[in-house]
């Protein structure tokens, strides 16, 4: 998927950046750890949104969001 953005003729990248971030195993890692933090996220709101969404579900919700992010934190640190 990255190739794909990368060699995008309407991303605009020069060749050298575009090089750099294929060839950069950083991006790749710091691209996996954005994922990581961000797929809870999108899962709850998915859950949250659908037609048998409950507010009551909205507290336990934010606290796996918060178990989530404080293990991820702690974990990097």
């Known amino acids: 998927m ?12 020069s060749r050298r950046l575009g090089s750099s971030v294929l060839d950069d195993d950083m991006v790749w890692i710091y691209v996996k750890k ?4 961000v797929h809870p ?15 009551g579900r909205v507290p336990q919700c ?7 992010f404080t293990s991820a934190f702690q974990e990097a640190l």
Do not use: C, G, P, W
């Open 41 to 55: 996220i999108v899962k709850l709101l998915f859950l949250l949104e659908s037609e048998n969404a409950k507010v």
């Open 62 to 68: 934010f606290k796996e969001l918060n178990d989530h």
């Open 34 to 37: 954005h994922r990581e933090l």
């Open 2 to 13: 990255m190739e794909r953005l990368v060699n995008n003729e309407e991303t605009n990248l």
